[in-house]
């Protein structure tokens, strides 16, 4: 059951949402324990790998070029990098990677290429892949696939009524549009929202009817509490009850009872009591590592602490999905062709301007 039909309406799924928490969270429980293993949790890292300087304007966002914030824009990583940081995120017990990229849109250059080398590596190192790098057509979708991109995330943030309030630079369309392009490569979605910009309840209900009114509504669903930064549209912000945090994973683990419900961004607000009763409530997941993209999480060692008082255990990679095959990239293929030719040609040109036993004249220099 992809979607539960007795919460299929905007009244239904408000009903629910408001009920008293304690019922709600029994239910949302119980729906839990049909679909998925109520002992784990997976461990998730995320990795910005190119950071601020972005031209969009989402308000919340510490990487908008627009706000000044202390974030300090950084070019793309690089492939080796990526790749180091990926294996100690594996060591560190965490089975998928999310890379993040301050980007509105993916263009077909450079970056991009180097991007589909790191989803093949770490594809390679038996880790879900996911990327978040703003807007993409169906083909870079198609070449994401092919290196063994596992799930795409690109969150809709909010009701389709309150986006404009949070974003201008580009539409609830564009990112309707953009979630269709990864469907239709065959990649999983990750598509989920964040509470607490001064939205309504209804506006939180009514970013679930938008995945509720999907053809395949998202196999993962992140939940994020606001973190509110200095210097950003949002900073004054008053941060969410935890028990709002609670009703909000509730409620999307009822209406999306196979999808997984990720506790995303805000946790370091939380207290390890609000955190078990969302995943009582049927989160399954967790950014691990004491980062986000910009800003803090917490502790490793805080989370391995809180894992063993309640009991869970980390899930495993490819749990929810068969692990994509990497294929090669015909254009990376073509241009490490072209790059070797050119070596080859710099080798030859450099031999003929001197040639094989041509010893360069002796010049003695007088004092
Ligand atoms: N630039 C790409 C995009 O917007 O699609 C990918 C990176 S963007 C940082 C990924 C997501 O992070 C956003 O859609 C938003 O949901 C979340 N996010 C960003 N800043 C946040 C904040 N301050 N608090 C909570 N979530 C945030
Ligand atoms: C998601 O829903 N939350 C993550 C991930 N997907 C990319 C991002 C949270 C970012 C929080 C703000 C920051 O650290 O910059
Ligand atoms: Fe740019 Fe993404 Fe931040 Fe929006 S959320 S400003 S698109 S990095």
Redesign the pocket.
């Given at each position: 059951m992809k979607v539960n039909p007795q919460y299929n309406t905007k009244e239904a799924l408000l009903d629910l949402y408001n009920k008293p928490l304690l019922e709600l969270v029994f239910e949302a429980a119980t729906i839990h324990r049909q679909y998925h293993n109520p002992r784990e949790v997976q461990m998730s890292s995320l990795l910005s790998i190119k950071t601020g300087g972005?031209p969009?304007d989402?308000g919340?966002?510490?990487?908008a070029a627009r706000y000044h914030t202390d974030v300090d824009a950084h070019k793309l990583m690089t492939v080796e990098s990526v790749l180091e940081q990926a294996r100690n995120a594996k060591k560190n017990g965490s089975s998928r990677l999310c890379m993040?990229?301050?980007?509105?849109e993916v263009r077909d250059n450079k970056d991009f290429d180097n991007v589909i080398e790191m989803v093949q590596g770490v594809n390679a190192l038996d880790m879900e892949v996911c990327c978040?790098?703003?807007?993409m057509s169906e083909d870079q979708a198609k070449r994401l696939k092919d290196a063994g991109l596992f799930a795409y995330?690109?969150?809709l943030?909010t009701s389709a009524d309150y986006y404009d309030d949070v974003i201008s630079t580009r539409e609830y369309e564009d990112r309707l549009n953009t979630i269709d392009n990864a469907r239709k490569a065959g990649i999983s979605v990750c598509s989920?929202?964040?509470i607490g910009m001064g939205e309504a309840v209804e506006d939180r209900i009514g970013l679930l009817m938008s995945y509720m009114q999907m053809e395949n509504p998202p196999e993962s669903i992140p939940i994020?509490?606001?973190?509110?930064?200095e210097g950003?549209p949002?900073a004054e912000q008053k941060p969410i009850e935890q028990w709002e945090m609670i009703r909000m994973v509730a409620t999307t683990r009822i209406a999306f009872p196979e999808s997984v419900v990720r506790l995303?961004?805000?946790r370091t607000k939380m207290n390890m009591e609000g955190q078990a009763l969302c995943f009582m409530a049927g989160a399954s997941s967790i950014f691990a590592g004491d980062k986000l993209?910009t800003?803090p999480n917490p502790e490793y060692n805080e989370d391995q602490e809180m894992f063993k008082i309640l009991g869970l255990i980390p899930k495993e990679a490819f749990a929810d999905g068969e692990k994509p095959v990497t294929k090669e990239d015909p254009i990376i293929v073509a241009r490490k062709e072209k790059e070797r030719q050119r070596a080859e040609e710099l080798a030859e040109a450099r031999k003929k301007a001197k040639p094989e036993g041509f010893q360069p004249r002796k010049v003695t220099t007088v004092e």
């Open positions: 972005c969009e989402c919340y966002c510490p990487q993040g990229a301050a980007w509105r978040t790098l703003g807007m995330n690109h969150n943030d989920g929202g964040i994020n509490a606001l973190v509110a930064v950003t949002m995303s961004a805000g993209l800003t």
